[in-house]
């Protein structure tokens, strides 16, 4: 496996890294829990060590699963990946697509970053994901309503906090 140092970071990834929009089911039907978590684990057996999801990936269900994954695995050897500014569970920002989650139940998503958001999303990824941090916080859908500047306020706050890298 090739590894790559992110520019301007001292983060290093292994350069596949494992997708895990469906092991959350959304959108792809049903996913047996059991064999993404088999799947991820051999996925670090031969060599990944970067583990990409979201919490809209099944609302949240991706992210318990890559934590489920991952947690017997030393942290310092893995680098997890997730997202913020996709929201189903609050009606604010941008309407993006209408939905279902997993049940079946209709959901409405937004496209929202905002400040008091964004830390909320952060604290609920991590405790999914079962970490005290995450290596690559990403923005997952531009948010026209919230100021950049707002945004990345969070993301500053988030850092100086420890809770991202």
């Known amino acids: 496996m090739e590894y790559r140092q992110l520019q301007h970071s001292e983060l290093t990834l292994s350069a596949i890294a494992f997708g895990a929009w469906a092991a959350g089911g959304w959108m792809w039907g049903q996913t047996d829990r059991h064999e993404a978590i088999k799947a991820m684990r051999a996925a670090y057996a031969e060599g990944m060590t970067s583990f990409d999801t979201a919490p809209i990936y099944g ?7 890559v934590g489920k994954a991952l947690q017997d695995i030393p942290r310092d050897k893995v680098q997890i990946l997730t997202k913020f500014g996709l929201r189903w569970d609050l009606n604010k920002g941008n309407f993006y697509v209408h939905s279902q989650d997993n049940q079946g ?3 409405d ?13 952060c604290e609920n990824s ?3 994901l079962k970490t005290d941090y995450i290596d690559l916080y990403q923005i997952h859908w531009a948010d026209i309503t919230t100021p950049i500047s707002e945004t990345f306020e969070a993301v500053a706050r ?5 809770k991202i890298r």
């Open 109 to 121: 998503i937004y496209k929202y970053a905002g400040k008091e958001s964004i830390i909320q999303e």
């Open 105 to 107: 139940k209709d959901i």
């Open 126 to 128: 991590l405790k999914r």
């Open 158 to 162: 988030l850092i100086e906090q420890g």
């Open 59 to 65: 609302q949240g269900e991706s992210e318990e699963i």
